[in-house]
Structure formats: C-alpha cells, structure tokens
C-alpha cells in the first residue's frame, strides 16, 4: 500500500475521492460531505489530503481543514471492503506527523451522530465528545424576500474594507486580529468564494460569506455588530444574501449551526432552512501522544 500526502489536487485525483467518498456514503446511508479547499488553511505549505492507494486504486482518504494555527478538523473515508485493516490509523498517524512540524495541538475529529462506526474509532484514538452541528439545507420554494421592508443594505466590499470587516469579525466571532483577518483575505483572494457585508446607515454592521462547489454554496460566517443585534439585523443579512445566490441561479445552499446555538437555529429553521445531517465533533490533544 501506498501513501500519497498532498497540498494542492488536480481533477482526476478530485474524481477519485469522490468516488470512494460517494461508495461509502451509498453503504453507510452517510450524508458526510468531504472538505478538500485548502484556501482556508492558514499555512498552505501544510500537507492537509492523505491518499492510501493499493494497485493504483484508492481505497482510503483524510482531508484537514486548518484554517487557524490553533486546531486541525479531520474528517476520513475508507472503502467498506477495506475497513478494519488499518487504513484510517495509518493516513491519521502520517496527519499527526504532518501537524507536529507546526505545532498544531488541538484535533477535531468528526463523524455523523448517526454513525455507531465512527463515534467507536475516534473514542478508540482517545477523542473526547466536545460539540454537535447540524448541517441545514436551503428550500427554495418557500422562500419570499422584500426588500423595502429592510432597514440595511447589502454590498460587496472589496480587499481595501479588510480592515474594518477584520474589526466587526473580531467583535463580532472573538477572532484574535490574524486569524480574522487571514480569513477574510482568503475569500477575497478566491475565486470559488464571495463575500458580503451588511451596511445600516452607510455603516458597515454586518459580514457574511459564501463558497461554490460544483452546483453547491454553503454560506458561512454571518455575524451581527454585538451594538447593532436585536433590531432584525441578521435576518436580513441572511434573506440578502439568499436573494443575491437565487437571483445568480444558486439555489443548492447549505449551512452550518452549533447544535447549542439556539438563536441561530431558529433563525434559519424559520428562514427556509431543514437539518440534513448532524455531525459530532471530538477533540484530541496531541501534545497527549
């Protein structure tokens, strides 16, 4: 068997992983969406895609997505057939290797609450339960949107309002001033991600982001002033954004929401959103191995 260990990925390796990642979705009655930007990783030098391949054939991936110098999220598929052989334990521990050179810490391991298989593996390496999300899915059809009933104003900022978007992320999400900043460079730089941001006023009080794989959008990073919430702000940040993706023809949408955060669970629950799938997070020190 061999091991590849990949920053960057062409189409036909792309293609592979989806192969396997929709074999194993197909077996498993999975929903678990593999991660493979490295756009967001805050040191692109970092080796983030493992590839076990046996006869050419790949049989077993694991993609991290680092987008700060605090943690790695990890997520894995392997074959059916070749599972209970090693693969995972192999590509993880070639992962760990690849984060000790940047003294990269914390691990995120994730599985879908549903999956009795992978809640049992990660418990096996040590993870303990941290958190859940749920990952929301947009319906169209029973959307509606009138502008003139919006006390703001959407706009498209460019790479010279990074500063004040970095001051409302860091308010807004307690981001530490690098990693919010690299994170909003990062989407102006992209060209598979837009962002956005909300004025009231002709005052920038609101950020939101999107990214584009093949037919699909996820939207992300949608935050309120603190000293402007409760006026209906984010509600309309989001309604906003929805309509400028519908209007493009982007209307396979999806997010994600911390199973605790009630407030914004009921705000896109009400807002044409439906859980798809919930995923449980797990952490590992590993400066414990």
């Not at 460019?158 to 308010?171: M, N, P």
């Not at 990693?179 to 950020?207: C, H, P, W």
Request: charge should be neutral; proline fraction near 1%.
């Amino acid at each position: 068997m061999i091991i590849k260990e990949l920053k960057t990925l062409n189409k036909n390796i792309i293609d592979e992983i989806r192969l396997v990642e929709s074999t194993c979705k197909e077996y498993d009655n999975s929903k678990m969406y593999i991660y493979l930007d490295n756009e967001f990783n805050f040191n692109k030098d970092i080796k983030s895609i493992f590839l076990m391949y046996e006869n050419e054939k790949l049989i077993s991936l694991l993609s991290m997505f680092i987008p700060t110098s605090e943690e790695a999220e990890i997520s894995a598929y392997t074959l059916p057939s070749y599972r209970g052989k090693g693969c995972f334990k192999h590509l993880f521990n070639a992962a760990i290797d690849e984060l000790k050179k940047y003294k990269i810490n914390d691990i995120l391991l994730t599985s879908e609450s549903s999956s009795k298989i992978g809640s049992e593996i990660i418990n096996k390496l040590g993870g303990k339960y941290d958190f859940s999300e749920y990952v929301m899915r947009f319906n169209v059809e029973r959307f509606s949107f009138d502008k003139n009933k919006c006390l703001s104003k959407l706009c498209i900022p460019v790479i010279e309002d990074v500063e004040i978007l970095t001051d409302i992320s860091q308010k807004t999400f307690k981001e530490n001033y690098e990693d919010a900043k690299s994170m909003l460079k990062n989407t102006f730089e992209s060209k598979d991600r837009k962002q956005y941001a909300l004025k009231l006023e002709n005052e920038f009080v609101g950020i939101g982001s999107t990214s584009f794989d093949g037919t699909e959008t996820s939207i992300y990073g949608l935050g309120i002033l603190p000293k402007c919430q409760g006026r209906g702000l984010g509600k309309e940040l989001l309604l906003w954004i929805l309509n400028d993706l519908i209007q493009k023809d982007k209307r396979n949408i999806t997010l994600e929401v911390d199973s605790s955060n009630n407030k914004a669970f009921n705000l896109y629950k009400k807002n044409c959103f439906q859980v798809e799938i919930a995923m449980d997070y797990y952490r590992m020190k590993l400066r414990n191995r």
